[in-house]
């Protein structure tokens, strides 16, 4: 059967599942309240960068597969399966995620269902938030329990996100009945057959199942800066220890790359909400560790403004410091959470001038940060810098020519927070190198 979808709130994830699941040949409606947003993607225009996916946009607008509305009584007519992918933030001055958003599209769409379908959520949720929205969904619904509820956890990476759509390495179902499984089969019917794997498990196992993945990460990640917190008082190379770890097949080298730590709007916020949410289930000893894991991080940002300060002679009073990098990753315009933003603010408050480039989020950059300065290229933010960080690993960044660089600064002084240049080269060139974990 070719069911009719429609994706609830179109963020990051929303407009990604919406467009991609158009191009798999769904009629799609997608549904936000933003009427702005909605104005804008119906004229083919993405809030957000992410690498193919403006053009998978525009050619389902064309072809008549994927449309927007801000009308969840036109969302309800229109769908037999409904994806819900709102955001869970953090809470204001907690740990815990914000799902008030899940719970408003369940309360404004379940009025409308008058006849059976299945909805799908794809947020990232504390464990024990499924259950609660079948029952609501039931309740407030004109078909009762014949509207019933899926999980169907997310794992986008940004920057390859319609690839990780289209291509997923999993797909994760949380169910309570055959009926919702072979409604899922059939939506993903074209991954399963090219194999992609399938758990099909109950609600709790699939809310966990994203938060222990982002967990996991980061506690790989941490632990690898911890490392370079060890090499820095031993007078080791952290490159070189990742490297040899990475060949130990148990460990191996994938988000082992020492430097400034995670950011982003999904590693910090889930670990701090998984952490939150344990200890509501009485299960918080599990978790403590994630405590230090977040801690780890946080510290790797203020090891950063202490190097920078150490090239500038002990104060940033009266010098210029080059910002390169101001997404929380290359390939996004996301700076939510961004460690190179955090560095540059915690810099310019210290009495820095602060210069940041992005290729990408420079606009969003200005909007979060208007007391920071901003340049249109590496260079015109280099210019008459007394100390250069690389703090987003754009690989226009990594082919940076160290002469042509070293031409415009004032010193040629460079903080590498992501390990990503070649120290020689670099240090041939005349440069003072430094980078977190390395000699």
Not at 169 to 192: C, N, T
Not at 306 to 311: H, Q, S, T, V, Y
């Amino acid at each position: 059967m070719a069911y009719r979808l429609t994706v609830l709130g179109t963020g990051y994830l929303g407009t990604t599942h919406a467009a991609c699941m158009a191009d798999l040949g769904f009629e799609v409606l997608g549904l936000d309240v933003d009427a702005d947003k909605v104005a804008s993607l119906q004229a083919g225009h993405l809030p957000i960068h992410e690498p193919g996916l403006e053009e998978i946009l525009r050619r389902n607008l064309a072809n008549g597969r994927l449309r927007f509305t801000t009308s969840y009584r036109e969302a309800a007519a229109f769908g037999e399966v409904h994806f819900v992918c709102v955001g869970t933030p953090q809470k204001k001055g907690e740990y815990a995620a914000d799902v008030s958003y899940l719970d408003a599209v369940i309360e404004s769409l379940a009025p409308h269902l008058d006849r059976e379908c299945l909805v799908v959520g794809k947020s990232t949720v504390p464990v024990g938030t499924a259950a609660r929205l079948a029952d609501k969904l039931a309740r407030l619904s004109p078909v009762g329990e014949a509207s019933e509820l899926a999980w169907n956890p997310e794992f986008l990476r940004e920057g390859f996100a319609v690839d990780d759509t289209m291509n997923p390495d999993r797909i994760v179902l949380g169910v309570r009945s055959e009926k919702a499984e072979k409604v899922m089969r059939e939506v993903y019917a074209s991954m399963l057959e090219a194999g992609t794997p399938l758990v099909v498990t109950d609600y709790p196992t699939a809310e966990l199942v994203k938060v222990a993945a982002n967990a996991f990460l980061a506690t790989k990640i941490s632990f690898i800066n911890a490392m370079a917190e060890v090499c820095e008082t031993a007078h080791a190379d952290v490159k070189q220890l990742s490297k040899a770890l990475s060949y130990d097949e148990r460990i191996g080298g994938r988000f082992l790359n020492p430097g400034l730590g995670f950011g982003g709007g999904c590693l910090p916020k889930d670990i701090r909400a998984f952490m939150a949410r344990a200890g509501e289930l009485g299960a918080d000893q599990a978790l403590t560790f994630l405590r230090e894991v977040d801690a780890i991080n946080m510290r790797r940002r203020a090891r950063m403004v202490d190097l920078a300060r150490e090239l500038t002679g002990g104060s940033f009073n009266g010098c210029t410091v080059a910002v390169l990098g101001a997404a929380f990753k290359p390939n996004s315009d996301d700076i939510r959470d961004s460690p190179a933003l955090d560095v540059a603010t915690s810099i310019a408050a210290q009495g820095g001038r602060v210069t940041v480039y992005d290729p990408i989020a420079l606009d969003n950059a200005r909007r979060a940060h208007p007391e920071l300065s901003y340049g249109t290229s590496a260079m015109e933010a280099a210019r008459d810098a007394h100390v250069v960080l690389l703090l987003t690993e754009w690989q226009e960044f990594v082919d940076l020519d160290p002469e042509e660089l070293g031409s415009v600064v004032a010193q040629r002084k460079i903080v590498d927070g992501r390990n990503a240049l070649d120290a020689e080269t670099w240090r041939a060139a005349g440069w003072h190198y430094r980078a977190l974990g390395r000699p």
